[in-house]
């Protein structure tokens, strides 16, 4: 069967021109078959080009502020409980919905976490707590390098009144904010100095296991649709945190760039890398996120030549290991990176997390039904975690968008390195005017204001800006 007999044949059902498209037989087509049938660019390859460095939910973060100093999609900022919790089931969101109102208002997502202590700081203790007598311990905290000492107040984390706030609050939060657009992830926090899950160098004050499970609970029953991370991996033995190696929930490396790779040494048996592999949670970024800080120390100097990384932990081998999508980073904002360092920052943020590349493009007409079939890849590190909906456009003559039609397609299921399934769909075009089109993918932002996924393509904003140009067809 020659293409053109392929295509003069009568309307066939979705899946037997799936399977039609990819019949043998249906590829000897003559050229002026080709031209009189499909499309003149059916089943070619789509060049690369490396995508924006501020593609949605991924890369460096700054803290929450109007900075435009380094390409960005996220903002982050930590909030007081105390700022947000009045009584047992009394909130005030008006704080929180003020910094997420603010990221948003400039297309940015933000990344939160919560907490009760922070050195040098006033409580995040609620008050009514404190008043109702929870037991509160003032210290001079010591583990605060590269900043001073200073003075923190640790909570009692046992006392049933604390326990019930914090799944509470959880409750509450999840009620309101579950799958807001505009809400990239959510850090564990709460529990310990900086909501980072430790009170180093007094870990005998920090929350039992059974405290943690019922943190790592509230927060699995109230967030089923926004990603959730912890700050350290464990697994059934660990000697302080509670298991959460099989909990759909990923990480946040807060020492990245310092203590990531895993080195063998006894007294680094905290670093992450080791954590990942102590939890059996190596495999852990195909489904759930890695984040993290850049640790302080190197801010200034990671992205020199040669970078002040300590031995064996430099960027791209904690990129490698890690699987990390995004990173706190506030050495190229404050900063004001320039030059080589600057190059090399940007290229490492497009190292981290996805990239989606639609690798070929294959499209034919049969009569009133347009059939499509796209081989997408990842040459990136991660997934993209959140299945946005994509949409394909006709675009006529007059750049004017004459349909859109929304395939069921998944981001999440392309992962990097590993073979794609074909994403196939037939698309009715019985209500556009006989014409030329080309055809158009795009990967919308759910929060208003946000910037479109886009792809790693020469195509990508070349017909319409936000989106990528597959090809032409002839209806």
């Known amino acids: 069967m020659t293409m053109f007999a392929c295509l003069a044949a009568p309307l066939l059902s979705v899946a037997a021109w799936l399977l039609l498209l990819s019949t043998p037989g249906c590829a000897t087509a003559t050229a002026a078959e080709k031209r009189e049938s499909v499309l003149p660019n059916a089943g070619i390859a789509l060049p690369y080009a490396p995508s924006p460095p501020d593609n949605p939910l991924k890369g460096f973060i700054p803290y929450l502020r109007a900075d435009s100093s380094f390409p960005h999609s996220l903002e982050w900022d930590y909030t007081r409980l105390s700022d947000l919790m009045t ?75 604390l326990r019930a706030a914090l799944t509470n609050f959880i409750h509450a939060l999840g009620r309101r904010y579950d799958g807001d657009p505009r809400l990239g992830f959510v850090g564990l926090g709460l529990l310990g100095t900086w909501g980072e899950w430790h009170n180093s160098p007094n870990d005998q004050w920090f929350a039992s296991k059974i405290v943690q499970q019922e943190v790592m609970n509230a927060y699995e029953a109230a967030f089923q649709k926004t990603k959730l991370v912890a700050r350290y991996p464990a697994g059934l033995n660990d000697h302080r945190y509670a298991d959460n190696g099989r909990r759909p929930i990923g990480y946040h490396d807060d020492s ?22 102590s939890a059996g949670a190596l495999d852990k970024w195909r489904s759930q996120p890695i984040g993290g800080e850049v640790r302080p120390e190197v801010w200034p100097c990671l992205f020199n030549e040669p970078s002040c990384a300590p ?16 990173l706190c980073n506030e050495g190229v904002f404050r900063g004001k990176i320039q ?10 943020v497009r190292r981290m997390g996805y990239e989606l590349h639609i690798a070929s493009a294959s499209i034919a007409m049969n009569g009133e039904q347009l059939a499509l079939s796209l081989t997408v890849t990842n040459t990136g590190i991660a997934p993209f ?33 590993e ?26 932002n759910p929060m208003p204001n946000g910037s479109p996924l886009r792809f790693a393509n020469q195509s990508q904003d070349r017909t319409v800006p936000g989106w990528v140009t597959l090809g032409e067809f002839q209806r």
Not at 121 to 127: H, K, N, Y
Not at 139 to 148: D, G, I, M, R
Not at 311 to 326: E, L, N, P, Y
Not at 421 to 444: D, E, H, I, M, N
Request: glycine fraction near 6%; charge should be positive; hydrophobic fraction near 40%.
């Open 256 to 277: 990245f760039a310092w203590a990531t790779v895993h080195t063998g040494q006894r007294n680094e048996d905290w670093f992450f890398e080791t954590r990942l592999r």
């Open 339 to 348: 030059g080589e360092p600057r190059a090399r920052a940007i290229e490492a």
């Open 87 to 161: 009584g047992p089931t009394n909130f005030n969101w008006a704080p929180f919905d003020a910094k997420i109102e603010a990221a948003a208002s400039r297309g940015h997502q933000f990344f939160a976490r919560f907490y009760l202590e922070w050195p040098g700081r006033a409580t995040g203790v609620p008050q009514y707590l404190i008043a109702e007598g929870l037991k509160m311990r003032t210290w001079t905290n010591t583990n605060t390098q590269p900043f001073p000492p200073a003075i923190d107040h640790t909570p009692d984390y046992e006392d049933p009144r």
């Open 419 to 444: 073979k794609a399934p074909a994403w196939r769909f037939v698309a009715p075009v019985k209500s556009l005017p006989p014409g030329a089109y080309q055809l158009l993918l795009r990967v919308p």
């Open 385 to 417: 975690y959140y299945d946005w909906p994509i949409v394909l456009g006709a675009v006529n003559q007059q750049n004017q968008l004459a349909a859109t039609w929304k395939p069921e397609w998944k981001l999440t299921s392309v992962l990097p390195n």
């Open 311 to 326: 031995k064996g932990q430099k960027f791209d081998r904690c990129a490698a290991v890690t699987h990390v999508s995004w």
